[in-house]
């Protein structure tokens, strides 16, 4: 899986798993661009890729910003002259009673996870429709697309939107050429990976929760050139907590 000369925009990569496959695909040789409302942690993310001699750049991004994310991709493009690769990654979570959530916190869940996907992918498709090879969209939705615990709606109802316009922009960008995929993580720590608890591991079927890198490395299968016949697909990637069956006694 060749990356060199490929531009990769990755949302929300100045921490957590945005940061593991900013990473990643620096290692593979290609441009990263870092897209983050957090400054701090986005130049940060960028000086590492730069100390180990890959390329980055920070564009500060509001994702709940139409106008920030225009800018972006114009950024990226001017920058490297092509936008090949977009991990849309940006995300907030809220978990509060259905009683007691806002409208204003509801719209706010939806914009940063849900609509800022549909407008990346958008502005980002009017790019690599243009490449002579088209490109390649991942969106990072959820396990919680598909189960819950209580007092999670807003966030739910964002990533089984995600799922659902995975498949949607799969069918309206295939004639430019741009395959589109989800990815569903489990549980990711993004934390302090020493401090989980042998129980914490065990009960996934995999036993041992997720790492960044664990989704880094399913964004790198998804993009290679050569897996574009994968499109439209949400690849779950949880240590088969979803495939679990669990009675209690
Ligand atoms: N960690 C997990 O267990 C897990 C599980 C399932 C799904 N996810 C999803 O993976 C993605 C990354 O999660 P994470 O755990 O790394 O979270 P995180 O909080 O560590 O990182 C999220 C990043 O998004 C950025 N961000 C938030 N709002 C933004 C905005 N308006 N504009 C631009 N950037 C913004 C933050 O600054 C941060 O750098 C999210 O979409 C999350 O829903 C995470």
Not at 34 to 45: F, L, Q, R, Y
Not at 87 to 95: D, E, M
Not at 139 to 160: C, D, L, Q
Request: glycine share 8%; proline share 2%.
């Amino acid at each position: 899986m060749g990356f060199a000369n490929k531009t990769v925009v990755i949302t929300g990569a100045g921490n957590g798993i945005g940061r593991g496959v900013a990473l990643l695909f620096a290692e593979k040789g290609a441009n990263v661009v870092i897209a983050d409302i957090d400054e701090h942690a986005g130049v940060e993310t960028a000086d590492i890729i730069k100390k180990q001699g890959g390329t980055a750049l920070f564009v500060r991004t509001d994702v709940r910003s139409a106008s920030d994310i225009v800018a972006l991709m114009k950024a990226t493009q001017q920058t490297y002259g092509s936008i090949d690769i977009l991990i849309n990654n940006a995300g907030k979570v809220l978990f509060k009673s259905p009683y007691e959530v806002t409208v204003e916190e509801w719209d706010d869940v939806i914009q940063t996870n849900l609509r800022s996907t549909f407008l990346c992918a958008r502005e980002a498709a009017t790019y690599m429709r243009n490449n002579a090879d088209g490109g390649s969209i991942v969106n990072i939705a959820s396990s919680r697309a598909i189960m819950s615990e209580p007092n999670s709606e807003s966030y739910a109802a964002t990533k089984g939107g995600i799922v659902a316009i995975t498949h949607a922009l799969a069918a309206s960008f295939s004639q430019d050429r741009i395959s589109v995929n989800a990815i569903s993580p489990g549980w990711i720590e993004t934390g302090d990976y020493t401090k989980l608890t042998k129980a914490d591991h065990e009960q996934h079927l995999s036993k041992r929760v997720g790492k960044p890198a664990d989704i880094a490395r399913a964004c790198l299968f998804l993009t290679a050139k050569e897996n574009d016949f994968v499109t439209g697909v949400n690849l779950i990637v949880d240590g088969g907590m979803t495939r679990k069956m669990i009675y209690e006694e």
